[in-house]
């Protein structure tokens, strides 16, 4: 299969002419919802039924238990019906999911991660689908964006205590963001040829006498979601690659398109609930840069076709689709780990090594440019503040980010922040790699292995859920293993974000003076820039090196 | 004891939210999706499912169907790419292996002689999508190159012109945006039912 520049070269620039045309109104929409306050009727009925006091708002700690329990809750009830699978009605009809499987998976879709660690046509029915990871789907995005809104009002609010109301908040994002734009999507899906049924159909071709069950589902409505709220957990194990859920190059288009949506339009309402539109400008345009340049490093590390058994079979093919192609492929590879999604249309195992590499370090960046639904906009204020730190002491002046003075207590919450995620990847990666039989599951050898083992803990602890799927990670060891990456790697950085919002909507507004370092602009978009990539993404310097250099450079 | 109530209360309110929300993300959502896709394209909500002469459904346009015999495909059929899964629909998978595995080179070296004698024709003509295994291993494309190395065969089993078997492989071969944005393919479950339907395989 030929990498074709023109098709690559087109697809990226129609990927940002279109966000760029989107990213203004859909952001006005979405300040417009996290600073309306009235309800309409049927939310009033919802807060009513569900016992939420939607006119209260809520401090830092009481915002944070909100997320914590919600989270808890959820998990233990998909653990629960998982596991009671077999009372539900369904076809296939399917028994109780394994307590492992189950456990890893309720983590997995409550953290936004949607890591499967299951084959779903054989494991998980039409009913668990719908009705539980569908459902997480929509949940865990939205508690992704409250978390990034409470954020933004920390830093928009002076000398208040109150945060908002989780439930109000995390009603108004599923109801009036999420649902409206799922729906549309996924009925365009459907006008693309993906499945939106509730059974098998039973097929025989009479010429050659073969019999076939095509697999039903509500495929359409889960896809949507999956890609919008940058979840990635597909209704087919082969996911975004399977038929029924990517039918062509176009709807795959699309789904790239949905993946990026919300986190882009993101910057804009938050430039627009600080009252300085050209902050959100700024990390606009230090995700579309970074956005920019892995995509093309991606789409050069797979026209490069390196590896042995790459040049046997006389190109690239091996995991790919023939309808997407490696032009269309690489480009959905680098969205889905650039934001937390972890769709594949293509099977990353398979790519060359250097593209391989560039997904891992996509993700290590923190999931950024522009990152999952609210965790991209979050981890990038966190860099921001980090950034006007380090610019404040090459200039020596006194840090502050939008007139919040950045003290001790901002700049420890910031830094453990930024050190959580690559402490649990490598630990964690670390303490497997000496474990033999925790290896035996990963067949490959040399420091392909080695990546396999490497991407799953990336994957875990950013919450992405693509895989090298080369390694199994059903067992009891790797799926707890990767079921704590998971939790620690979305609720320890949400424990940090909601203090420092706490902290700083705690503060008077400092009027900004000729000492301010400007956060906006060229200069300070540089700034965040290195600060992101020195940061982050060299922390896994030498592990990289052991993985997918060492694969793609000793050739 | 206070905090304790607190978690207690904020328990029970997340329950009753999950449950609400179930009933409008999990339940009406889907089903409206459902029941607007029923009416507008029906076709493809349920599965792009192609019929036979006489009306019944015979395969899923989207999904590659192959008669084969223990992974060996009938030679009197076009021929999809390789797949992890045995082109069975139930499931679905890529090989997941390296780019650099030694059993990856082994299965794509033993691919390309197996096509290169079923065709006839030199390994080195051998397309990369022909012996590669695809991402979903239900993939039904394959490029017109495979499919114009296929046509001779096929024409001699059902005792069609080559001219013939060709036309329908053009007329299976996708075009336009779709085709530009990713790659054109041949659709080989449509193919094939479009060869059968010219003629049938002489026994």
Do not use: C
Request: aromatic share 8%.
């Amino acid at each position: 299969m030929a990498f074709n520049a023109p098709s690559f070269l087109i697809q990226v620039a129609a990927l940002v002419l279109a966000l760029a045309a989107v990213h203004k109104p859909l952001g006005l929409y979405l300040a417009r919802v996290f600073d309306g306050t009235a309800s309409s009727r049927p939310e009033r009925l919802f807060y009513r039924l569900a016992g939420v006091d939607a006119g209260s708002e809520q401090a830092w700690p009481t915002y944070l238990r909100s997320v914590l329990v919600f989270s808890a809750v959820s998990i233990l009830a998909v653990f629960a019906l998982q596991r009671a699978q077999g009372l539900f009605p369904g076809s296939p009809a399917l028994p109780g999911v394994d307590p492992w499987v189950a456990m890893n998976t309720a983590i997995s879709f409550v953290t936004n991660t949607n890591w499967q660690t299951y084959a779903p046509e054989s494991t998980i029915g039409i009913a668990v689908q719908m009705l539980l990871l569908a459902v997480q789907n929509f949940l865990s995005a939205a508690v992704g964006i409250v978390v990034a809104v409470a954020l933004i009002r920390g830093i928009a609010r002076t000398r208040t205590d109150r945060l908002g109301n989780f439930w109000v908040d995390l009603a108004r994002t599923s109801f009036r963001i999420l649902l409206p734009l799922a729906t549309l999507a996924a009925l365009v899906m459907v006008l693309g040829g993906v499945v939106q049924n509730f059974a098998p159909t039973d097929v025989t071709n009479s010429a050659t006498g073969v019999s076939q069950v095509v697999p039903g589902g509500p495929v359409a409505s889960q896809e949507a979601i999956k890609v919008l709220g940058t979840n990635g957990g597909g209704y087919f194990n082969a996911n975004s690659a399977h038929p029924f859920e990517n039918p062509n190059a176009l709807v795959s288009l699309f789904q790239v398109f949905l993946i990026l949506l919300i986190p882009s339009a993101l910057p804009y309402a938050f430039g627009r609930m600080v009252g300085d539109q050209k902050q959100g400008h700024t990390i606009a345009g230090v995700m579309a840069t970074l956005w920019l340049a892995s995509t093309a490093l991606t789409g050069w590390a797979v026209a490069t076709a390196q590896g042995t058994a790459t040049a046997a079979a006389g190109g690239i093919g091996e995991g790919f689709e023939s309808r997407f192609g490696p032009a269309s492929s690489a480009i959905f590879a680098a969205s889905t780990t650039l934001t937390s999604t972890g769709a594949v249309n293509v099977a990353h195992d398979s790519l060359p090594p250097l593209a391989g590499g560039v997904a891992m370090v996509n993700m290590m960046l923190g999931e950024v440019a522009p990152g999952g639904t609210g965790s991209g906009l979050y981890g990038l204020l966190i860099l921001s503040i980090i950034s006007v730190f380090i610019g404040g002491l090459m200039v020596g002046r006194t840090p502050e980010y939008l007139g919040k003075k950045i003290g001790p207590t901002q700049m420890k919450l910031a830094a453990l922040y930024i050190l959580v995620t690559p402490l649990l990847v490598l630990t964690l990666a670390g303490i497997t790699v000496l474990l033999p039989d925790a290896m035996a599951n990963a067949p490959a050898t040399g420091p392909h292995q080695f990546s396999e083992v490497l991407y799953a803990f990336t994957s875990g602890a950013n919450n992405n859920g693509s895989a090298f799927g080369g390694i199994t990670t059903s067992g009891p060891y790797l799926s707890t293993m990767l079921g704590a990456a998971m939790l620690l790697g979305r609720f320890l950085p949400i424990v940090l974000v909601l203090a420092l919002a706490g902290s700083l909507a705690r503060q008077a507004r400092i009027p900004a003076s000729t000492g301010t370092v400007p956060t906006h602009g060229p200069l300070f978009g540089t700034l965040l820039l290195g600060v992101t990539v020195i940061l982050t993404a060299l922390s896994y310097f030498p592990a990289l090196a052991l993985g997918p250099l060492a694969e793609g450079l000793l050739k | 004891m206070n905090a304790l109530t607190g978690y207690l209360r904020q328990s029970g309110t997340a329950i009753r939210f999950l449950f609400l929300a179930t009933v409008v993300l999990g339940l009406a959502y889907p089903a409206a999706v459902f029941g607007v896709g029923q009416l507008v394209a029906p076709y493809q909500a349920n599965g792009s499912i192609l019929r036979d002469g006489a009306g019944a459904p015979a395969a899923s346009a989207l999904i590659a169907q192959v008669k084969d015999d223990d992974g060996t495909q009938d030679p009197a059929w076009f021929h999809a790419r390789p797949s992890a899964v045995g082109w069975d629909p139930a499931s679905s998978s890529a090989s997941n292996l390296g780019p650099n595995d030694a059993k990856l080179t082994d299965a794509v070296n033993a691919n390309r002689a197996a096509v290169a004698e079923a065709e006839g024709v030199q390994p080195s003509d051998v397309p990369a999508d022909a012996v590669t295994a695809s991402g979903s291993g239900l993939d039904p494309g394959i490029s017109p190159e495979y499919a114009r190395l296929q046509v001779p065969r096929v024409a001699a089993a059902h005792q069609l012109g080559t001219e013939a078997v060709q036309a329908l492989v053009d007329k299976n071969t996708s075009s336009g945006l779709a085709a530009f944005l990713g790659q054109p393919t041949v659709n080989v479950t449509a193919l094939n039912l479009d060869v059968a339907a010219a003629g049938p395989p002489r026994s």
